[in-house]
């Protein structure tokens, strides 16, 4: 079979034709980063990019959002209409798409999220490769950067062209109407790439490590730097903690009950009824997070709950690690 | 039953959250609809003194402040502390730093044996307080949702996480990226994360988060060049009766 590519140039033009059918939704610059975002103009579609503030679980799990509206004399209730317009999300890097297969396990299994699932519906994954940062540690929890799983397309870079696979029908679809854009594709490997950012040991095993480990020094020692700001829960692609809350329009009986992205690093988030905290100490916090990531929960094929996107390192103002914490466990 | 009787009062301020809730022109209609207003002198003239909601505004700052909120606090049975100066002490609490009896001599001269004055304090160090809308000013829209859970009989809830989650739920470019000192890390949200997103650092105007580790904080700023006068400032802007710079202590 031969392979396909495309010119980085042609770019814009196969955005603008998916543009016609789908929403896109790219990441673009936003000042000395990137955001994904809805694309107006095609040219603004970046494909060399380290990461976004925020990663794509924004699009199914909003920071706010209402999940019921009522009135309280009517004793009525409705649940908003979500609707799943088809979407392609287009130049995304594979830990990305892990973050949200990780979320579709966790709003998938058991009692299922009826409000996160349906906006999965629909959505096209366009893959793209990338070099790591100082940060990105994907390869460590299990994702080399040649991981596709998950992609209906995916491009891999080489000489300012970009090797076009598609992976599924979909993808083959879209990528017989690119046919005019497309160009015989010479490189058949797979780039050569280094992770700066590494945990010492991979992710087999991880699990166990915490078992010894729930009164390391690395805990205390973490929390004394933390101020528990809650930045590196909110920018996690696997985080998917909420809060939920009232609110009864001034003088009237209708009300909307709303979840907002939550943060397990924030004491209010372990508060119960009458006031008790399960974490009340910052290192008990700091060791939960960690905890959730690599111990509490792994996906069905056991893999943990960390992408290595970096971004909870990336954004941190106290310059907290968690490869640096998770190191000095292993 | 009648409608509850609210009053809102003013010590050491400027005024602000009074006129701010003035602002709130379409919704004045519906609030009077819901309370009677007896007492609130930015905008009435009658002053009663049958209350059972006080709204507080502006710090505690002479011996006659005391004597009226305690007053005040006999007759309510719901107090709230409107906006930063009612709530921590704000602005005005930046003099706690200096000689008091300088200060005196400062604005009154040489009649400053005329104007006793004490320590710019929170309306909660002299007498208790139910609830606080935070802020310089106070946010309308907090305001409205505090008074709502009140009217309904619901606890008012404000935020107890820092600005940056709602500075994140933006995303925003944090400002740190680009050398700047934020409050936001330990700073209580609830204004939408409002200088960040403008582009500007946070003062935390709504006060430090409950669970404040100032060390960590400390750490942060220097890391960044500010010196031990300016990270004092920093604090000092809205917060000078929460921090005691000397004391260090961990967890
Ligand atoms: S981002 Fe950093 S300082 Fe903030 S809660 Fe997380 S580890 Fe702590
Ligand atoms: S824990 Fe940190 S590195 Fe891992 S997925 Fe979350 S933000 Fe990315
Ligand atoms: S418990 Fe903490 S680490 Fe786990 S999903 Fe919730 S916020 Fe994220
Ligand atoms: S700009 Fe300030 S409030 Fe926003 S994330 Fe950075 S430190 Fe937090
Ligand atoms: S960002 Fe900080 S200073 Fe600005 S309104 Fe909010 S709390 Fe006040």
New interface residues.
């Given amino acids: 079979m031969s392979s396909k590519a495309i010119a980085r140039e042609k770019i814009p033009d196969a955005v603008s034709l998916l543009k016609a059918k789908y929403r896109v939704i790219a990441p673009v610059p936003k000042g000395k980063t990137f955001v994904f975002k809805k694309i107006g103009n095609p040219q603004e579609v970046v494909l060399d990019y380290n990461t976004t503030i925020l990663p794509l679980k924004k699009f199914f799990l909003p920071p706010d959002e209402v999940i019921v509206k009522y009135n309280l004399k009517k004793r009525e209730y409705q649940e908003p209409e979500i609707e799943s317009e088809p979407t392609v999300f287009f130049g995304i890097h594979n830990y990305e798409l892990q973050g949200i297969l990780r979320l579709d396990y966790a709003f998938g299994t058991g009692v299922k999220d009826a409000t996160y699932l349906k906006k999965r519906e629909n959505n096209i994954f366009i893959g793209v490769t990338y070099t790591p940062d100082d940060y990105h540690f994907a390869e460590s929890v299990g994702i080399p950067t040649d991981l596709k799983e998950g992609f209906d397309i995916f491009l891999t870079k080489y000489n300012g062209h970009y090797r076009v696979e598609a992976l599924t029908d979909k993808g083959k679809n879209i990528v017989s109407q690119w046919s005019e854009f497309l160009e015989d594709c010479s490189y058949d490997g797979d780039p050569v790439v280094h992770f700066k950012n590494k945990l010492k040991q991979s992710v087999a095993g991880i699990r166990e490590i915490f078992h010894g480990a729930y009164n390391h020094p690395v805990w205390k020692e973490t929390s004394k730097k933390c101020y528990s700001c809650g930045t590196c829960n909110l920018v996690c692609p696997t985080c998917y903690c909420f809060d939920v809350s009232d609110e009864v329009v001034l003088g009237t009986d209708q009300g909307a009950r709303s979840r907002r992205w939550d943060s397990c690093q924030i004491l209010g988030f372990t508060e119960v009824a009458g006031g008790e905290a399960f974490r009340e100490k910052r290192y008990d916090r700091v060791r939960h997070r960690m905890s959730r990531k690599f111990a509490y929960i792994m996906d069905d094929r056991d893999r943990p709950f960390c992408v290595g996107c970096g971004r909870c390192i990336r954004q941190c103002t106290a310059d907290i690690s968690i490869t640096d914490v998770m190191n000095a466990l292993l | 039953m009648g409608k509850p009787k609210v009053a809102f009062f003013d010590f050491t301020s400027c005024e602000g959250c009074q006129l701010s809730k003035l602002n709130l022109e379409n919704?004045l209609l519906?609030?009077l609809?819901?309370v009677d207003i007896v007492n609130f002198r930015e905008a009435i003239s009658n002053h009663g003194e049958d209350y059972e909601i006080a709204f507080i505004e502006g710090s505690i700052s002479t011996p006659h402040c005391v004597e009226r909120i305690h007053k005040i606090r006999r007759q309510a049975q719901i107090v709230v502390a409107l906006g930063s100066c009612a709530h921590i002490g704000g602005i005005n609490a930046i003099r706690n730093n200096m000689d008091q009896d300088e200060v005196r001599e400062a604005v009154y001269g040489n009649d400053k044996y005329l104007f006793p004055s004490i320590k710019a304090q929170a309306v909660s160090d002299v007498v208790k307080v139910d609830y606080v809308i935070p802020g310089c000013p106070m946010d309308n829209q907090e305001f409205?949702?505090v008074?709502?859970a009140l009217?309904?009989g619901k606890i008012p809830?404000i935020p107890?996480?820092?600005v940056?989650?709602e500075c994140?739920?933006?995303?925003?470019?944090?400002l740190?990226?680009?050398g700047v000192v934020c409050m936001?890390?330990?700073t209580r949200a609830g204004c939408r994360a409002a200088c960040p997103t403008n582009g500007h650092y946070c003062y935390g105007c709504r006060g430090l988060?409950?669970?404040?580790?100032k060390?960590?904080?400390k750490?942060?700023m220097e890391?960044y060049k500010l010196s031990i006068d300016q990270i004092k400032k920093r604090f000092y802007m809205f917060n000078t009766n929460y921090v005691n710079m000397e004391e260090k202590s961990?967890?």
């Fill in positions: 919704d519906d609030i609809e819901l409205k949702r008074l709502s009217l309904t809830e107890e996480y820092s940056c989650a994140k739920a933006k995303e925003n470019e944090c740190y990226d680009y936001g890390p330990i988060v409950p669970d404040l580790n060390n960590a904080a750490d942060v890391k961990y967890e």
